[in-house]
């Protein structure tokens, strides 16, 4: 999973990917692998169980990345209508480094419209995924599915309910959730 780049530091409630206690992200995993928005969140001190994240996502082999590698916020806030990317990911290095992927799912119209561009494919709508290739630095063709996700963050008009109908979805077709 790819989103974009985290919000200022001062917003972070954990040192962890999607930091800010307020964005929906473990919430939606919570739902999803637990029945229990959550079960991830440590609403007592308003933070989230990183040591169990960690655990899930490693149980059902799930990655995730920022899509920009060298980013600038061009306003003095976390909306990626003001992040630029310098430097995307080096996406086939990084798809090198896990052979047994077989989708990116991106979390976000900015993360997905960087994934798109790196790929030549056109953005996907929401909850849709769009047929990808890229060529590895052994001249190999790799292939893999652009999901795009709905935003986690709290700006994204969606409630949380609908954004874990597309992320189960997603991860269901992709073989990181039973198939209920």
Not at 51 to 79: C, F, H, M, P, Y
Not at 105 to 133: D, F, H, N, R, Y
């Amino acid at each position: 999973m790819c989103g974009t780049f985290p919000p200022k530091q001062n917003r972070w409630s954990m040192n962890f990917y999607y930091p800010n206690f307020i964005n929906d992200m473990w919430r939606i995993f919570g739902l999803i692998y637990f029945g229990d928005k959550d079960s991830l969140v440590d609403v007592a001190n308003k933070t989230f169980y990183v040591e169990a994240i960690k655990s899930l996502l490693l149980q059902w082999g799930i990655a995730l990345s920022d899509t920009g590698k060298e980013v600038v916020r061009t306003k003095d806030n976390a909306s990626d209508k003001w992040l630029q990317i310098d430097r995307p990911i080096d996406l086939a290095a990084t798809l090198e480094e896990i052979p047994d992927c077989v989708a990116v799912a991106t979390t976000g119209e900015k993360a997905a419209s960087i994934i798109a561009e790196l790929t030549g494919t056109e953005v996907p709508k929401v909850g849709e995924w769009q047929e990808c290739s890229l060529t590895l630095s052994d001249g190999t063709a790799r292939e893999f599915r652009h999901w795009r996700m709905p935003s986690t963050s709290r700006a994204y008009p969606m409630k949380l309910e609908k954004k874990a109908e597309f992320y189960r979805k997603m991860l269901k077709e992709t073989s990181l959730l039973p198939v209920s």
